[in-house]
Nanobody, 128 residues
Framework: QVQLVESGGGLVQAGGSLRLSCAAS????????MGWFRQAPGKEREFVAA????????SYADSVKGRFTISRDNAKNTISLQMNNLKPEDTAAYFC?????????????????????WGQGTQVTVSS
């Protein structure tokens, strides 16, 4: 059974940083697309960032580009999201996800429907 467990969320002031991690278990994902999404109260879940199997290709939502960095460690079956210069509008539950079909382009990676496995989420709250 595949399990994704996020950690690293918390409360931070605007301008601060957090690093989210996601540990995958149940199988290995060296060839899979991995990504981060977020969902604020009353809003739909939205794409944040994605990374290809090798880690050589990344994609970011315009709202986080230049502030967030996604990375992965295939040996440890983990992905991370370094979030800098956080803003109150970044407040949301953050979810990691895995897509078995792999990387098929930037637009593909932003599609929530291509992800097969999801974590339970970790809360990020940014105060002004």
């Amino acid at each position: 059974q595949v399990q994704l467990v996020e950690s690293g969320g918390g409360l931070v002031q605007a301008g601060g940083s957090l690093r989210l991690s996601c540990a995958a278990s149940g199988r290995t994902f060296p060839n899979y697309l991995m990504g981060w999404f977020r969902q604020a109260p009353g809003k739909e879940r939205e794409f944040v960032a994605a990374i290809s199997a090798s880690g050589g290709i990344t994609s970011y939502a315009d709202s986080v580009k230049g502030r967030f960095t996604i990375s992965r460690d295939n040996a440890k079956n983990t992905i991370s999201l370094q979030m800098n210069n956080l803003k109150p509008e970044d407040t949301a539950a953050y979810f990691c996800a895995v897509g078995a079909s792999g990387w098929r382009g930037e637009l593909f990676s932003r599609n929530i429907g291509v992800y097969d496995y999801w974590g339970q989420g970790t809360q990020v709250t940014v105060s002004s």
